[in-house]
C-alpha cells in the first residue's frame, strides 16, 4: 500500500467513525498502527507503508467495531493510565482520567515509612499499580470479586515489574482477613440503575463494575459501613463517586465512623473524590 493508499484509506477510516466518536482520525490512526505494526509518527509525517490483505481486513474489522460503539481502549487491549501503559479488556472496567484525583488523594495521606494499603475491587489493577509505582515502600493487597479481572491485573504488574501488590480474590473485605490497613482505597460501582447518563461505550463494559442498586449507592454504603474495622487507627479511607453523589457520602461516611470528611473535584470542578478519617 502506497501513501496515497493509506491516506484514502484512513480518510475513508474517519468518515465512518464520524458520527460515533468524538476523536474519530486518532482512532483510526492508532487502529492503523496496531495492524501495521508502525509509529503513528509515521502516519503523521506521511511516510510510505504497506499493508497486506489480511492487515486491510482485520482494519476494516476493527473500524466497523468501533463504528458500532465498541471502545477504542478495547480494541487495541491497552489504556495510558498514571503514565502507565496498561492492558485491558471486556472483563474490566477502562481506567479514566477522572481516576488519577483518586490516587492523588490517597498519596496524600501516604506515610514516608512502610505501611499496608488496600484497593477494592482493583480491576486491571490501574490504582494499585499506581499507588505501588509512587510509594515503594509499601505494600498493597488488591482485591476483586473476578478471576477475569484479577488476571488482566497481574499481567499488568508483571510487565511494570510491580512486585509490592499482592492481589486476592473475593468480595470487597473479605480476602482482607483480619489484617489492618493504613489506606484503604476504591473506585466500587457507582451507577443507578436505568441511569440516562451511561455513554453507548459503557455497554461493552462489565455492568457489575458500573452499577451499583437503584441509587448506586449499594457498594459505596457497605464499603462505609465495614472500612473503619480494618483500617489502623486514624486510617483514611478514599473514594471515587459519582458528581452528584457528595453528600451521600458525607452522610455514609459519617454513620460508619469516620471524621474529617473532605471531597476533592474533578477538572471539571465537580466532586468526584471524598475521604474519611477513622475515629480513635
Given at each position: 500500500?502506497?501513501?496515497?493508499?493509506?491516506?484514502?484509506?484512513?480518510?475513508?477510516?474517519?468518515?465512518?467513525?464520524?458520527?460515533?466518536?468524538?476523536?474519530?482520525?486518532?482512532?483510526a490512526?492508532?487502529l492503523?498502527?496496531?495492524?501495521?505494526?508502525?509509529d503513528?509518527?509515521?502516519?503523521?509525517?506521511?511516510?510510505?507503508m504497506?499493508?497486506?490483505?489480511?492487515?486491510?481486513?482485520?482494519?476494516?474489522?476493527?473500524?466497523?467495531?468501533?463504528?458500532?460503539?465498541?471502545p477504542i481502549?478495547?480494541?487495541?487491549?491497552?489504556?495510558?493510565?498514571?503514565?502507565?501503559d496498561?492492558?485491558?479488556?471486556?472483563?474490566?472496567?477502562?481506567?479514566?482520567?477522572?481516576?488519577?484525583?483518586?490516587?492523588?488523594?490517597?498519596?496524600?495521606?501516604?506515610?514516608e515509612?512502610?505501611?499496608?494499603?488496600a484497593?477494592?475491587?482493583?480491576?486491571?489493577?490501574?490504582?494499585?499499580?499506581?499507588?505501588?509505582?509512587?510509594?515503594?515502600?509499601v505494600?498493597?493487597?488488591a482485591?476483586?470479586?473476578?478471576?477475569?479481572?484479577?488476571e488482566?491485573?497481574?499481567?499488568?504488574?508483571?510487565?511494570?515489574?510491580?512486585?509490592?501488590?499482592?492481589?486476592?480474590?473475593?468480595?470487597?473485605?473479605?480476602?482482607?482477613?483480619?489484617?489492618h490497613?493504613?489506606?484503604?482505597?476504591?473506585?466500587?460501582?457507582?451507577?443507578?440503575?436505568?441511569?440516562?447518563?451511561?455513554?453507548?461505550g459503557?455497554?461493552?463494559?462489565?455492568?457489575?463494575?458500573?452499577?451499583?442498586?437503584y441509587d448506586?449507592?449499594?457498594?459505596?454504603?457497605?464499603?462505609?459501613?465495614?472500612?473503619?474495622?480494618?483500617l489502623?487507627?486514624?486510617?483514611?479511607?478514599?473514594l471515587?463517586h459519582?458528581?452528584?453523589?457528595?453528600?451521600?457520602?458525607?452522610k455514609l461516611?459519617?454513620q460508619?465512623?469516620?471524621?474529617?470528611?473532605?471531597?476533592?473535584?474533578?477538572?471539571a470542578?465537580?466532586p468526584?473524590?471524598?475521604?474519611?478519617?477513622?475515629?480513635?
Amino acid at each position: 500500500m502506497t501513501l496515497p493508499d493509506t491516506a484514502a484509506l484512513l480518510y475513508q477510516a474517519t468518515s465512518q467513525l464520524n458520527k460515533t466518536s468524538d476523536t474519530p482520525a486518532l482512532d483510526a490512526e492508532l487502529l492503523f498502527c496496531a495492524i501495521s505494526g508502525i509509529d503513528r509518527s509515521a502516519v503523521t509525517t506521511g511516510r510510505s507503508m504497506t499493508l497486506t490483505n489480511r492487515q486491510r481486513e482485520v482494519f476494516s474489522t476493527l473500524i466497523k467495531r468501533r463504528t458500532a460503539g465498541e471502545p477504542i481502549a478495547y480494541l487495541l487491549r491497552r489504556k495510558e493510565f498514571w503514565s502507565q501503559d496498561l492492558l485491558v479488556s471486556p472483563e474490566v472496567l477502562i481506567p479514566r482520567p477522572e481516576t488519577e484525583l483518586l490516587v492523588e488523594q490517597a498519596l496524600e495521606h501516604l506515610p514516608e515509612q512502610p505501611c499496608n494499603v488496600a484497593d477494592l475491587g482493583t480491576g486491571s489493577g490501574a490504582i494499585a499499580l499506581a499507588i505501588a509505582t509512587e510509594r515503594p515502600n509499601v505494600q498493597v493487597t488488591a482485591t476483586d470479586i473476578s478471576q477475569s479481572a484479577l488476571e488482566v491485573a497481574m499481567k499488568n504488574a508483571a510487565r511494570l515489574g510491580v512486585r509490592n501488590v499482592t492481589f486476592r480474590q473475593g468480595d470487597w473485605f473479605a480476602p482482607l482477613a483480619d489484617q489492618h490497613y493504613r489506606l484503604i482505597v476504591s473506585n466500587p460501582p457507582y451507577v443507578r440503575v436505568g441511569d440516562p447518563r451511561l455513554e453507548a461505550g459503557t455497554l461493552y463494559e462489565p455492568v457489575d463494575a458500573l452499577i451499583s442498586g437503584y441509587d448506586g449507592l449499594d457498594a459505596l454504603r457497605m464499603i462505609c459501613a465495614a472500612a473503619r474495622r480494618y483500617l489502623n487507627s486514624q486510617g483514611v479511607l478514599v473514594l471515587e463517586h459519582a458528581c452528584d453523589q457528595k453528600n451521600a457520602v458525607h452522610k455514609l461516611l459519617s454513620q460508619g465512623g469516620f471524621e474529617t470528611i473532605v471531597s476533592s473535584t474533578d477538572l471539571a470542578g465537580k466532586p468526584r473524590v471524598t475521604w474519611g478519617r477513622r475515629q480513635k
